[in-house]
Structures are given as C-alpha cells and as structure tokens.
C-alpha cells in the first residue's frame, strides 16, 4: 500500500462515519447504547462536522506530493488515531458504550497501525 492509497481509503472510510453521525445521530447514539438526549444529538453533529473535515484533508492529502506537510499529516493523523483508539478501548471495556463501540477499536487501531507504519517504518521521501 502506498500513503496516496492509504489517505483515499482513510477518507472514503471517515466521510462515511461522519455523514452518518450527521444525518442519523439519534439511531447510532442508541445502537452505542447511549440515550440520545438533544445536546448529545447536537455535539454528535457537531463534532461530525469536524470528522468530514478531516476527511476532506486526507482526500486532499492524498493527491498532493510527497512533502513535509504531508509527512506533518501523517504524523497527525497517528496521533489523532491513537488517541481516539484509546478512549474507544476504555468506553467498551469499562462498558460506557455498548459493544458497537468495538467497531470504532477496529477502526482507529487500523487507522493507527496504517499512519504509523508510515510515519515509523516507511518513511517516504519529501521534496
């Protein structure tokens, strides 16, 4: 795998986790088995707003050269990943959020493991 391939697939992947905390924030809240409250409906979308945000730099991302800003990205996105991946991790397994909240571990650790790879192991080349 490449970083272009891996920044089209991670934003393909967090376009869709976003359109759907916007458009059906009350089902997924109650599939993680929280009570959709309004304000809990309102930061959902609100952050969701931030998620497509996101995807829309790795999309970016992933057509631009090799440089030191997409290096920087990398190295964000591994950050982000991981820290995500560990307040998943302590939801499911301090039973917070149902067992839908695996899906989220699976997801960000994948995240996680892809950045790093590149940002650890094969380091591309900038400009």
Avoid: C
Avoid at 11 to 18: A, D, E, N, P, T
């Amino acid at each position: 795998m490449t970083t272009k391939g891996l920044f089209t697939i991670s934003s393909i992947m967090i376009l869709l986790i976003g359109l759907a905390w916007i458009l059906m924030p009350r089902i997924l809240l109650s599939a993680w088995g929280l009570e959709a409250t309004d304000a809990l409906i309102y930061m959902s979308q609100r952050f969701a707003a931030a998620v497509l945000g996101f995807a829309v730099i790795l999309w970016l991302a992933g057509t631009s050269y090799k440089s030191n800003p997409r290096r920087a990205i990398v190295g964000g996105v591994f950050f982000v990943s991981t820290l995500v991946l560990i307040f998943s991790l302590y939801g499911v397994l301090s039973k917070l959020i149902s067992g839908w909240g695996w899906g989220a571990v699976v997801g960000k650790a994948l995240l996680s493991l892809g950045f790093g790879y590149f940002l650890f192991i094969k380091r591309e080349p900038t400009a």
